[in-house]
C-alpha cells in the first residue's frame, strides 16, 4: 500500500514535539528520565527556589549527574525540563525560576552577605548559592560597585 505523507513539515514537527523533547537533532521520550529520579529532580527545583529566585540548570545537572545515564548532556537536561515542566516554570537560557518571578541575583548575593555579618571566601559563596553556577556568581562578584575582594581571599559588601 502506498501512500505519500499529506501533513506539512510544520505539522509533523509540532507532532514530534508533543511527544517527546528534542536535544542535539535527535527526540527523546520524557521516560528516559525514571519517575524516581524526575520527582528528586522536581523536589530538588522546587526546594531551590524557595531559597532563591532563580535555579541554573548547571547545579541541577551536577547535583544527578552521577544518575543520568552516559549519553545525558546538560544540554539535553535543559531541554528535558522545559519538555516536562512547561507549565511549572519560566525558562531562560541558563536558568529557570517560578513563573513570574523576577531574578535580581545581585540582590541575593547581597542577601548572603548581609546573613553572613563577616567576609566570604568564595566556597563558602558557592555554598552560600548552591543553585547559582560558579561562573555566574564569579561574574557577580567582578563588579566592583558593592563588592570588595580582600587580598584575594575573601569578600565583603561596602554598606553604603
Do not use: W
Request: overall charge negative.
Amino acid at each position: 500500500m502506498n501512500r505519500s505523507f499529506e501533513d506539512s513539515d510544520e505539522l509533523y514537527l509540532r507532532k514530534i514535539r508533543l511527544a517527546g523533547f528534542i536535544s542535539e537533532n535527535k527526540v527523546y521520550l520524557d521516560s528516559i528520565v525514571d519517575v524516581d529520579l524526575k520527582s528528586d529532580i522536581k523536589s530538588f527545583i522546587d526546594d531551590g527556589l524557595r531559597k532563591t529566585s532563580a535555579i541554573y540548570y548547571s547545579a541541577i545537572y551536577e547535583a544527578f549527574n552521577g544518575r543520568f545515564n552516559s549519553l545525558f548532556s546538560e544540554d539535553m537536561l535543559k531541554n528535558y525540563l522545559m519538555f516536562v515542566f512547561s507549565s511549572d516554570y519560566s525558562f531562560s537560557s541558563e536558568y529557570m525560576t517560578c513563573v513570574g518571578a523576577q531574578v535580581d541575583l545581585r540582590k541575593e548575593l547581597i542577601d548572603v552577605f548581609m546573613n553572613c555579618g563577616r567576609p566570604m571566601d568564595i566556597d563558602e559563596i558557592y555554598v552560600s548559592m548552591p543553585n547559582i553556577s560558579h561562573s555566574v556568581i564569579d561574574s557577580i562578584l567582578r563588579d566592583k560597585d558593592f563588592v570588595v575582594n580582600y587580598r584575594g581571599k575573601s569578600y565583603f559588601y561596602i554598606v553604603f
